[in-house]
Nanobody, 119 residues
Framework: VQLQASGGGLVQPGGSLRLSCTASERVWVINDLGWYRQAPGKQRELVAT???????TYTDSVKGRFTISTDNAQSLVDLQMNNLKLEDTAIYYC??????????????WGQGTQVTVSS
């Protein structure tokens, strides 16, 4: 079972991107979902989370600019990123706490998608 993150790319400061995370198998129960990022030379950091009940949290640096959501039928979780800044440049990873139809519960990481903000 794999998570696939997509939607990254090169964008100018002030631009927008939408990241999506999908699973390779059908999911029975979706618990917590999140997006993390890792910039060159830095540790991976939490960007945003959303619970099964819809409660969201954001790291301070992205509040008001990023939105995490689960309303896309084609994906587990999306991250809408607006007003991107140079410091948002990083590899973005999705993370999901899932239960599959075989009853197995797993916390999985996506493979990462590169977001580069540059003028």
């Amino acid at each position: 079972v794999q998570l696939q993150a997509s939607g990254g790319g090169l964008v100018q400061p002030g631009g927008s991107l939408r990241l999506s995370c999908t699973a390779s198998e059908r999911v029975w129960v979706i618990n917590d979902l999140g997006w993390y990022r890792q910039a060159p030379g830095k540790q991976r950091e939490l960007v945003a989370t959303i619970t099964s009940g819809g409660s969201t949290t954001y790291t301070d640096s992205v509040k008001g600019r990023f939105t995490i959501s689960t309303d896309n039928a084609q994906s587990l979780v999306d991250l809408q990123m607006n007003n991107l800044k140079l410091e948002d440049t990083a590899i973005y990873y999705c993370n999901a706490d899932l239960v599959f139809y075989n009853g197995v519960r797993s916390r999985l990481w996506g493979q990462g998608t590169q977001v580069t903000v540059s003028s």
